[in-house]
Nanobody, 111 residues
Framework: EVQIVESGGGLVQPGDSLRLSCRVS????????MNWVRQAPGKGPEWVSY???????YYTDSVKGRFTISRDNAANTVYLQMNRLKPEDTGVYYC?????WGQGTQVTVSS
């Protein structure tokens, strides 16, 4: 059974940074692209970013230039570096591969 564990969320002020981590086990990690998806309070899920097996990255428009996704295949981990955070970035951030999801990590951006 694939296990996905996100961490790194927290309460920060606008303009601050956070680095989310997602560790995946029981999976040939290097063979899969990885997604970050977020869900704001009262809204549906929103895809945020994707990294291919070869490290090519994609972002939703609202985070381009502020967020950076990366992966460390030796550590079975994908990261999301989030800079210049805005209140609208608030939500639960989930790591996803195929049909498997983590439990999420809460990010709150508020002054």
């Amino acid at each position: 059974e694939v296990q996905i564990v996100e961490s790194g969320g927290g309460l920060v002020q606008p303009g601050d940074s956070l680095r989310l981590s997602c560790r995946v086990s029981e999976l040939n990690f290097g063979s899969y692209g990885m997604n970050w998806v977020r869900q704001a309070p009262g809204k549906g899920p929103e895809w945020v970013s994707y990294v291919t097996t070869g490290g090519i990255t994609y972002y939703t428009d609202s985070v381009k230039g502020r967020f950076t996704i990366s992966r460390d295949n030796a550590a079975n981990t994908v990261y999301l570096q989030m800079n210049r955070l805005k209140p609208e970035d608030t939500g639960v951030y989930y790591c996803n591969v195929g049909d498997d999801w983590g439990q999420g990590t809460q990010v709150t951006v508020s002054s």
